[in-house]
Each structure stands twice: as structure tokens, then as C-alpha cells.
């Protein structure tokens, strides 16, 4: 924060106040670190322009293949047994549960292979991880080894060459990072949309195996993306001494941060209620409107809004100051909410419709300024980490949300309940990170006026020297 200091340009004294003394020899490694990150350069275009396409890739393929699990998992039960047969479509279900779980849950150590092996390193890796996943669940012939090579090699591939994208594209934009965040995120809705018709179409002509296998080649080019992350900004220096210490290993840095603390509670906070209508929405719909109920349009609502939702929100998050851009997240939170409290009141089609697209929109604007945001609270230098172990939180209130819900339904025989007490948590996460501007502002004061205060003291110490008045008969000489 020296640069808000006020400094006149005579002031010497004030201008070494700025660095104080030992910084140099105690933490050589960080100062050199942040001055080379504050005289860098983004491009803000140019090669980005190609890591941004490769990453928009990386969440469409990634995501699609998530989001249209409900295609697979009808020809999982179709190969493994009957699609009429509940303890098999409960087991099988847990193959994509565990599967998007696991893609969330690893995001703290594939922080850490980030900050390590570096954004291309990880994020090729990781897709051929991904890769090899694919392939063995094309050859699997009964559900359990599925969990394995699905569930877990499958995702935790995805997992790593995920996170990757979203911390690459930092090195090559700044200004139009919202926006570059937007078109970016924007890839899973547009993937989730799409994806679903070609399974549906290669699943009928090739069968489950031969589309797994097919689906691999979605995971080949996305190897091939990450070999386009190019990374720009400098590296945190390490020691190379034995074994590195934990400090170096797992950052330390953006746990000081109150205001990322704050952020890292709200967010998950607010996700024990989100997700319960992207789960449970369909069969709601089967219930009160009946099976002929066009139900698969609202799906599609909110991945059109969505998609539209990260572009607008991305774009405008450009245009806010600093961790202003909380208060995006915030008002999505809110309109989440209470459109989640609002399911249960609509009793015309055409109402869910319009609660839909206002609920994509607002899903799309919480997830394009994830990453500006955690740019702005930790910095460039530990963004990885904080993106990690946000995700990583995430996994949790992911994974017990919706369950809650489906037991709410089947001890009180309808989803009402369960849509009203999920519009609460995303309320309450809101709240929360309403704290976050207010935190941060007051921090960058205190910083402020401490650093004044040093200027202050040294200048205080300097003037008897430089004042002095000379004594009768010395000479000024």
C-alpha cells in the first residue's frame, strides 16, 4: 500500500519509510516477487486470446460431461440391470454424486500442483489422467470397478485440468478479466445444453461403451488445451534445500486475509441451498404438472440464461472497483433465494419458466466472477491456492444439500418444504459476504495510516539534524 501514501518528491526520507528496513534480507523472495508482479504487463489479447478458447473448452468439456451424467445413467441401468430396479438406480447414482464431488473435493491439492508444477504442467496431466478414466470405464462390465474409474480416476483428472484454466487466464488479462471470465464459464453452459442431444443420438447408434469412447475425444483435445497455457507472470521462488517447507507448500498468506475468510465461509454457506433446485427441480415438475409436462424446457431456461447471465455479469464486473465486485455475488445469492422460495408457489407452468431464467442469469453471474474476485482479495500469487480450497469447501455443502432435501420430500410427500428452507442458506451466504467490502476497506486504512506513521517518525527523527542551529564561534565548515 505505498503507493496511497502521500510522499512529496524531495521527501527521501519518506521514500525509504516505504520499504522498511530488513524487508529486503527477511523476505527477499516475496519483495521481488510482488515488485515484478506490479511493474508486469498483462497482454490483455494476443496469445490470451487462444488460452481463453482453450479454456473455455476445458469448462464446457469438463462440466458437460458432468451435467449430462443423468443421460449415462439411464444406459448404466440399462447395461447393468433394469432401469425399474431402486437399489440399483441408488447405487448408480452415487457413480456421478462421487464424481462431481471428487472434482471439487481435490481442488486443494491441485492448488498445490499448480503452484508447483505450474498452470500447463497440471493441467495436461490431469487431462490425461482423465483420459485413462474414460477409457477403463469403456471396458468396465459391471457398476463397482465404475466407481473407481469413473468416480474417482475420471474426475479427479477433470479436477486437474480444471482449475488450471481459471488461474492461467489471470497471466494474460486484467482489465477485461471479468469479461475473459464470462466468455470462459460460459463454455460449460453452452457444452451442457448441446450435450445432452449428441449422447442421446450416439447412445441410441453406438451403444454405452462406443461413447465413452467417443466422449475421450473430448478429453484428447483438452490434453492438446493445455499445452497452450503459457504462463506469464513470475513465479513464487522456493527453496531448493531438502524438503520444502509447509509455509512453501501450502500458502499460509491468504488465510491472514479476513476478507478472504469471510469469503470462503459465505460462499459455502450459501451452496447448502443452492444446488437443490438444479437437482430436484424435474421431479417437482413430473409431480405437480404430471409426466407430460414439457419439464426438460426448464433445464434448458436456465442454460441459455446462464450462459448469458456470465457474459453480461463478466462484462460488468470490468466496470466495479476492487472487491466491489462482492456485491455481484451478493445480489445473485438473493435472487437465487428467493426464486428457490417461489417454485412451490407457482402453480402455472409459465411461471417455473420465468423463475428459471431469472435463476440462470443470476447462476451465471456468481459463477463468471469467482476468480476476479479471488484476484482481488489474494493477489496473483496465491490465487491458485485460493480458488483450491474455496472449491474444496465447496464439496461439501455440494454433496449434503440436495440428499437433505430428497429426504424432506419423502417424509412430508412433496418438495415444498425442501424449496422453501433452500432459499434460506443462499440468504444468509449473501449476508455474509456482505462484510467483505467493509473489511477490506478498513484494512487498507489501517495499512495506510501505519505506514504514515513510520513516515512520520522518521521525518521526526531526521529534522533536529538537518535544523540544528549552529553555536557561536563553530565553524561552518
Not at 474414460?134 to 462390465?141: D, N, R
Request: glycine share 10%.
Amino acid at each position: 500500500m505505498a503507493q496511497e501514501t502521500m510522499v512529496t518528491d524531495g521527501d527521501e526520507a519518506a521514500k525509504v519509510a516505504q520499504v522498511p528496513t530488513g524487508v529486503e534480507k527477511k523476505e527477499n523472495g516475496d519483495s521481488q516477487m510482488g515488485s515484478a508482479e506490479s511493474t508486469f504487463e498483462h497482454p490483455e489479447g494476443g496469445w490470451g486470446w487462444v488460452v481463453m478458447l482453450a479454456s473455455m473448452w476445458c469448462n464446457g468439456s469438463v462440466f458437460g460431461i458432468q451435467n449430462a451424467f443423468g443421460i449415462l445413467f439411464l444406459s448404466l441401468l440399462r447395461e447393468f440391470g433394469s432401469e425399474h430396479d431402486d437399489d440399483l438406480r441408488f447405487r448408480t447414482a452415487w457413480v456421478g454424486s462421487l464424481s462431481m464431488g471428487m472434482i471439487f473435493f481435490c481442488s486443494p491439492i491441485v492448488s498445490v500442483f499448480t503452484d508447483i508444477l505450474g498452470c500447463r504442467v497440471t493441467a495436461v496431466g490431469g487431462a490425461a489422467v482423465g483420459l485413462v478414466g474414460l477409457i477403463a470405464s469403456s471396458f468396465v462390465t459391471s457398476l463397482g470397478p465404475m466407481y473407481f474409474t469413473y468416480g474417482i480416476v475420471f474426475s479427479c483428472g477433470c479436477s486437474f485440468a480444471y482449475q488450471p484454466s481459471l488461474v492461467i487466464l489471470g497471466h494474460y488479462f486484467k482489465k477485461r478479466l471479468g469479461l475473459v471470465n464470462g466468455i470462459v464459464t460460459a463454455g460449460s453452459s453452452l457444452f451442457t445444453v448441446t450435450l445432452p442431444f449428441l449422447l442421446s443420438s450416439l447412445l441410441d447408434r453406438l451403444g454405452l461403451q462406443n461413447t465413452m469412447r467417443v466422449l475421450c475425444i473430448f478429453m484428447f483435445v483438452l490434453m492438446l488445451a493445455g499445452f497452450t497455457y503459457k504462463p506469464l507472470l513470475p513465479r513464487k521462488p522456493r527453496s531448493t534445500r531438502g524438503c520444502p517447507p509447509i509455509t512453501q507448500i501450502f500458502s499460509v498468506t491468504i488465510w491472514k486475509s479476513v476478507g478472504y475468510r469471510i469469503w470462503a465461509f459465505g460462499i459455502p454457506a450459501a451452496l447448502y441451498g443452492y444446488f437443490v433446485p438444479y437437482v430436484h427441480l424435474m421431479k417437482h415438475v413430473q409431480e405437480r404438472f404430471g409426466e407430460d409436462s414439457n419439464k426438460e424446457i426448464l433445464l434448458m431456461c436456465i442454460g441459455i440464461t446462464s450462459s448469458i447471465g456470465r457474459l453480461i455479469f463478466g462484462r460488468v464486473a470490468d466496470y466495479i472497483h476492487g472487491v466491489n465486485k462482492v456485491y455481484l455475488q451478493v445480489t445473485s445469492f438473493f435472487v437465487i433465494g428467493f426464486m428457490s422460495m417461489m417454485i412451490p408457489l407457482c402453480n402455472l407452468f409459465g411461471g417455473l419458466i420465468a423463475v428459471c431464467l431469472l435463476m440462470g442469469i443470476f447462476d451465471g453471474c456468481f459463477i463468471c466472477i469467482m476468480a476476479p474476485i479471488a484476484y482481488e482479495l489474494v493477489g496473483a500469487e496465491d490465487v491458485s491456492q485460493a480458488i483450491g480450497f474455496l472449491l474444496g469447501l465447496m464439496s461439501v455443502p455440494m454433496t449434503v444439500g440436495p440428499p437433505i432435501a430428497g429426504f424432506l420430500r419423502d417424509r412430508l410427500g412433496n418438495y415444498d418444504l425442501a424449496f422453501y428452507l433452500a432459499g434460506i442458506p443462499p440468504l444468509i451466504g449473501g449476508a455474509i459476504l456482505c462484510l467483505i467490502p467493509w473489511v477490506e476497506a478498513r484494512s487498507k486504512k489501517a495499512k495506510a495510516e501505519a505506514l504514515m506513521d513510520v513516515n512520520q517518525k522518521m521525518l521526526e527523527h531526521d529534522k533536529p539534524q538537518e535544523d540544528a542551529p549552529f553555536k557561536a564561534g563553530e565553524s561552518i565548515l
